[in-house]
C-alpha cells in the first residue's frame, strides 16, 4: 500500500493508526544521536474531516509488514501483516499486548492537528525532542526503530475523521517516511 491512515475511518469502526520500522544497523551502536526527526508527507487523496494532534510513540515489539494490494481501505490485506488485533501474518497470530498496537508510554514528538480534506501532499514533520532522541539512541541497540502514529482526541470521536499518510511504497521517494538522525 502507498499510504497509510490515521484516526477513525467511520462511526463504528476502530480506530487506524500508521506502523513505520526503520533500519538503523547501518549506524554504529556506540554513536552518539543528537537530532532526530521523522518528515511525513500526506498523501494527494483527501483523508476526511480533521484530524487532531498527531503523536508519535515508539512500539515495544516488532511487527510484520503486510502486503496490502490497493490504496483503499476496503481492499486491504490483512493476513500478510499487522492488523489492530495482530502483530504478525495471520499464520503466525502473534497478538499485541494491547489492541492497536504496544505502544510505548511516552509521546517522543507531536504535530498540530488539520484539515484532512485539504491538508493534502503536504510534508509534515515530527521535531526533535529529548525523547525523540533518548528513542532513537536506545534502538541502535537492536538495529531497528519501530514507531507509531496515533492520533488520540480523534480516536477517541465516533465520528470519521482521518488523514492519508504515503508510506514506504509511495512512488515518489522523497513522499516516503523520512527518518533523520544526527550523530
Known amino acids: 500500500r502507498n ?34 526527526s521523522l518528515e511525513l508527507t500526506t498523501s494527494n487523496e ?3 474531516g480533521s484530524v487532531s494532534q498527531l503523536e508519535l510513540r515508539t512500539l515495544t515489539t516488532d511487527f510484520t509488514e503486510g502486503s496490502g494490494i490497493s490504496t483503499s481501505s476496503g481492499n486491504a490485506d490483512t493476513t500478510s501483516g499487522a492488523t489492530w488485533d495482530r502483530r504478525s501474518a495471520a ?3 502473534q497478538s499485541w499486548t494491547n489492541s492497536g498496537g504496544s505502544l510505548g508510554t511516552t509521546v517522543l514528538s507531536t504535530l498540530a492537528g488539520y484539515n484532512a480534506v485539504t491538508g493534502i501532499s503536504t510534508p509534515r514533520t515530527f521535531d526533535t525532542t529529548s525523547a525523540f532522541v533518548a528513542a532513537a539512541q536506545s ?3 537492536t538495529g531497528r526503530l519501530n514507531l507509531t502514529v496515533v492520533s488520540p482526541l480523534t480516536e477517541a470521536v465516533e465520528a470519521a475523521n482521518f488523514t492519508r499518510i504515503h508510506s514506504d511504497d509511495a512512488t515518489t521517494e522523497a513522499h516516503r517516511p523520512q527518518l533523520r538522525l544526527l550523530a
Open 46 to 48: 483527501a483523508g476526511t
Open 3 to 36: 499510504q497509510f491512515i490515521v484516526g477513525r475511518i467511520g462511526t463504528t469502526s476502530s480506530a487506524t493508526r500508521g506502523l513505520l520500522s526503520f533500519d538503523l544497523s547501518a549506524i554504529p551502536a556506540n554513536a552518539i544521536i543528537s537530532s532526530a
Open 139 to 141: 534502538a541502535l541497540a
Open 91 to 93: 499464520t503466525a497470530n
